[in-house]
């Protein structure tokens, strides 16, 4: 069995930004998951004691950096679904695969909605509902990697 290490976290956070900032062109953009917000959920729930809020917030700012987004704009949203994550991370283990995506699924939306409102108060443009596609996305990629089970973390009983 393979034990939880920093070394694994901080690997799969830099694919994910790896991921994240590809050049993306035409729908793709729109339909994009958030790589490193998977991936920070991924390791939220998982493995606690190794990913937490600030390690959202430092991610977070990594991205506003890379993207040239407004400094601590990502990292509030990202803080802010990290701690709503990590509240209800201990109930998540009686949940099913279906309810875990559907809270996953909730986790991403309190993401886009804190960046909307956030991009409001700077921008003040309008919105579409496309910009909650993305969202659908992601779910998508969340069931790919949960239901693959591809032993990036097998936590043992007494972890949980």
Do not use: E
């Not at 790919?144 to 009983?157: D, E, F, Q, T, Y």
Request: proline letters at 2%; a positive charge; aromatic letters at 12%.
């Amino acid at each position: 069995m393979r034990t939880n290490s920093h070394r694994a976290v901080y690997i799969s956070l830099l694919a994910a930004i790896v991921l994240q900032l590809l050049p993306w062109s035409g729908v793709w953009v729109q339909i994009k998951p958030d790589f490193v917000l998977l991936v920070l959920l991924y390791w939220m729930l998982r493995a606690p004691h190794l990913c937490n809020i600030g390690t959202a917030w430092a991610a977070g700012l990594m991205m506003d950096l890379l993207n040239g987004d407004l400094f601590g704009q990502t990292a509030l949203a990202y803080a802010l679904t990290a701690f709503v994550a990590v509240v209800y991370q201990k109930r998540l283990i009686l949940f099913t695969v279906l309810q875990q995506s559907g809270y996953v699924f909730m986790l991403l939306l309190i993401n886009q909605i804190t960046l909307i409102v956030l991009k409001l108060f700077m921008d003040s443009k309008q919105f579409s509902l496309l910009y909650f596609v993305s969202c659908l996305s992601s779910i998508l990629l969340w069931h790919l990697v949960v239901n693959a089970r591809w032993g990036i973390v097998k936590s043992s009983p007494d972890q949980q």
